[in-house]
Structure formats: C-alpha cells, structure tokens
C-alpha cells in the first residue's frame, strides 16, 4: 500500500508547551511548597534515537515512597513544549497526581522559528509518520526514565494516565491502544500496558487509516473527551471541527468513555493561553477542564474521592444532592460528574457519560 502520512494534516496550533541517557541535570524546583507542589526539569536523552527529550514533572509534595502517587503523562499539541498546559499540571499535582511532560523536539516550539516562508514545509514535516511514532516513543522513553529514577519511589505504577491535547491527543490515542499501520512501522504495537486510562483534548482524525471504528475500535481503557462547539483547527489545505472529536468519542465503543463539549471557546482555549473568548470565558473553561479531568482521573484510576474537588460554596455543594442527575434508564450519575455538571451548566452543549451510552 502506498505510504501515507496519517497525522500529515492533524496538526494542533501553536501554544504552550518542550522535550536527555539518565545522566540527568534538575533544575531548581520552581514551585512553593505552600503550593502543594515542586516542579523538576530534567534534560533527558534517548541515546538510541540520538534524540533529546526535556522533560517537566510536577511531584505533589506529599508523593513519598511509603506514599506513591498516581502519574498523568501530557503530550503538548504541535508548536508546544513542556512548559505548556501547566494550568493542568498543577491543579493535577495539588490533587495529589503526579504530572509528567515531555516535550516532542521534532514537533514543539522550533517549528515556529526560522524563515517564514518554510513554516508550512516545517509544519507538514512535523506531521508525519516518523514524527508520529517518534512521539509516542518519547512519552514511552520519558516514562521509563522517570520510573527507574529516584523520582519512580514517588510513582504509584499501577496508577498511570496518559493525556494530550491536539496532536497530543493523537500520541495519546496510540500509547492507549490505537491501531494504526504504515509502511515505516507498525504503530498498532505501541499501546502501553501500563496506562489505566486516557484523556484526548480536542482530538484530530487519524488520517489514512481507514474508519474510525477500525482504528479505535480497540481502545478499552477508560476514556475522557473533551471539546467545544467552536473547537476548529484551520490551516492551509485542512479543517477539523467538534464534528471530528464527536466521531472518535463514538467510535470507541470498547472504552468506557465520557464526552464533554463546551458551548463557547475555540481549539486554542484548552492551552495556557489567554484566547479571543476573553480572560472569563477561558479561566472558567480552564477550571471547569481541571475539575473534569481529576474527577475522571480518582474514578478511573480508583485513586481518593472524586467528590473532592474544587467544590466551591456550600450551596453549590448541596443543591446537586437534592436534584439528582436521571439518566434514561433510571440509574443516577456518579455524584462527582453530577457536582460538575450542577457548577458548569450554563458551560456545556452536551455530557455523556459511559452509563448514559
């Protein structure tokens, strides 16, 4: 079959987010420790690709070793770095997971300097299938690297997530099963045993691959989408809107998932980035994400009480308890996407959850 470039047009815009054998240099932590949190940078490298992969870990200051932690492992969206998505990263970490963020070299920030006129050359090469298995290798890499560190003590193995953004949510999508094949390699193998579940940010197709199903169909770890109405990538030659997202969340009948759309905010608000929604809409839209994203993480990686988080008066503490969320079949929503759902109504065109299906 004639090669081709699957992620060639799945190509995430710019913001946030970079990217050395276990000689490993930190940086100084970068976070107070009334913050719930300390913050590495390790400058890693992948002796057997010849490529550097920086890193950023966020450690809740509790982690110990008699006290492991659940890890999230973030893949940043094409033109990121590991600088990005720290809204995340440190709302994950003040819950009490860990939040590491390697950083893709052959598809972050570098993409954005040089000449202009080559920036679509740099782009379409970002995107293609070396780069795409190159990623997923260095989340895998990353991962391996941080568990034989001294930093693995403070891991709980059997409690690791994967999660991305854009292009990241395609990384994502691999490392949790997605079956993919080109002529440079077999992609359908790098699912990672480790991960317990998965949360895809404003999800691309995975072109070239045939249907959906096929190519998702074999994901069975939980699964978390998010979106918005006006959640669009457009770039030269190619456009991709909700409607895209919307067909990977249904074509992954296997996984037990829940889609969250948002009714305002564009394909860039789910970065640290300020956007054109305006600083309201999009810290509401970053906090309603935080809180989705950890109530999804302690449930599918059985790991505290998803009722825990960020509850923010009494009242709206005790008004979902006396209207309970119905779905059709009679049977009542776990109480913290009820919560969430109560706080974040007027921010949402849609919700569905796994028993809702």
Not at 232 to 238: A, D, E, K, M, V
């Amino acid at each position: 079959m004639k090669r081709r470039e699957f992620l060639a047009r799945s190509l995430g815009l710019p913001i946030a987010g970079l990217g050395l054998p276990f000689a490993v240099s930190a940086e100084p932590s970068v976070a107070s420790a009334t913050l719930g949190h300390r913050v590495l940078n390790l400058e890693l490298l992948d002796a057997n690709r010849k490529r550097p992969v920086p890193v950023r870990l966020y450690l809740p200051q509790q982690a110990s070793p008699n006290g492991p932690v659940p890890l999230v492992v973030f893949s940043h969206g094409l033109g990121g770095s590991r600088m990005g998505y720290s809204y995340l990263a440190r709302h994950w970490a003040d819950a009490g997971m860990a939040s590491l963020h390697p950083q893709h070299v052959g598809s972050d920030s570098s993409v954005w300097r040089g000449n202009p006129l080559d920036l679509l050359q740099r782009l379409q090469s970002a995107a293609r299938d070396a780069e795409a298995l190159a990623r997923v290798l260095d989340l895998r890499f990353a991962l391996d690297q941080v568990l034989a560190s001294d930093q693995g003590r403070l891991i709980d193995i059997t409690k690791i997530a994967v999660a991305g953004h854009s292009y990241g949510a395609n990384t994502a999508m691999l490392v949790a099963g997605a079956q993919v094949n080109t002529d440079s390699a077999n992609l359908g193998e790098l699912r990672d045993q480790r991960v317990q579940a998965a949360i895809l940010i404003s999800a691309p197709p995975l072109l070239g691959q045939g249907p959906a199903q096929q190519v998702l169909g074999a994901v069975t770890t939980p699964t978390l989408h998010i979106t918005s109405l006006e959640d669009t990538i457009n770039l030269p030659g190619y456009r991709s809107t909700v409607e895209d997202r919307i067909a990977i969340f249904e074509a992954m009948k296997r996984s037990p998932r829940t889609l969250a759309i948002y009714n305002t905010g564009g394909h860039s608000i789910f970065t640290d980035r300020t956007t054109r929604s305006g600083p309201e809409t999009s810290a509401r839209i970053k906090s309603a994400t935080q809180e989705l994203c950890t109530i999804f993480l302690r449930q599918s990686l059985r790991f505290g009480h998803a009722r825990q988080v960020n509850l923010q008066s009494p009242a709206e503490q005790t008004a979902p308890e006396s209207k309970p969320a119905a779905l059709p079949d009679g049977r009542e929503m776990q109480p913290g996407l009820r919560e969430w759902i109560y706080r974040h109504k007027d921010l949402l065109d849609r919700f569905v959850t796994p028993e809702s299906l």
